[in-house]
T-cell receptor, first 108, second 116 residues
């Protein structure tokens, strides 16, 4: 699986959009970009995934660059409950391997 | 949809005893399940991959005789920590892969094990 790079931490004001970046410059053509988050003492929660097109669901939007070497997860209106560690993962038909993720702190 | 459950959510046991943790996919069939462990303030570490009807594949450094995995059905995998010791205390998380074409993995809520 391709390796990903994420900033270790970010702050976001409550009600504002949270934009979490991820670099995955070694991604191969059949690998998807997945995002999960882990709230303290819980199992990881699936958020969204995509191959090359931008994706949106009820939780978030995923923007993937045209060369697929980076992506951004957007939480449009962050709430305090969105405080968590966010993991960007690249995978094909393989297991999910976690890096260190980005700790997002939503501030009142 | 795509719900994975774990039981128990937390367990305390004495050193030397064995503990079984169950992982169930509630609304989909999972030919493959995965077991992770997580230490405080650390990321998840994959322990093993469990395939229905066959032997589990363990990651390097994980003792297969210590962590017994059984995947007897398409909705149930179990992890048994044998002869538990205090250093086995950890947060154990399972996941199940949905064979939906894109092979999304969904995670259980985790089991916190404390060995006294």
């Amino acid at each position: 699986d391709a390796k990903t790079t994420q900033p270790p931490s970010m702050d976001c004001a409550e009600g504002r959009a949270a934009n979490l970046p991820c670099n995955h410059s070694t991604i191969s053509g059949n690998e998807y970009v997945y995002w999960y988050r882990q709230i303290h003492s819980q199992g990881p929660q699936y958020i969204i995934h995509g191959l090359k097109n931008n994706e949106t669901n009820e939780m978030a939007s995923l923007i993937i660059t045209e060369d697929r070497k980076s992506s951004t997860l957007i939480l449009p209106h962050a709430t305090l409950r969105d405080t968590a560690v966010y993991y960007c993962i690249v995978k094909g038909y393989q297991k999910v391997t976690f890096g260190t993720g980005t700790k997002l702190q939503v501030i009142p | 949809g795509a719900v994975v459950s774990q039981h128990p959510s937390r367990v305390i046991c004495k050193s030397g005893t064995s503990v079984k943790i169950e992982c169930r996919s509630l609304d989909f069939q999972a030919t493959t399940m995965f077991w992770y462990r997580q230490f405080p303030k650390k990321s998840l570490m994959l322990m093993a991959t469990s395939n229905e009807g066959s032997k589990a594949t363990y990651e390097q450094g994980v003792e297969k005789d210590k962590f017994l995995i059984n995947h007897a059905s398409l909705t149930l995998s179990t992890l048994t920590v044998t002869s538990a010791h205090p250093e086995d205390s950890s947060f154990y998380i399972c996941s199940a892969r949905n064979s939906d074409g894109e092979e999304t993995q969904y995670f259980g809520p985790g089991t916190r094990l404390l060995v006294l």
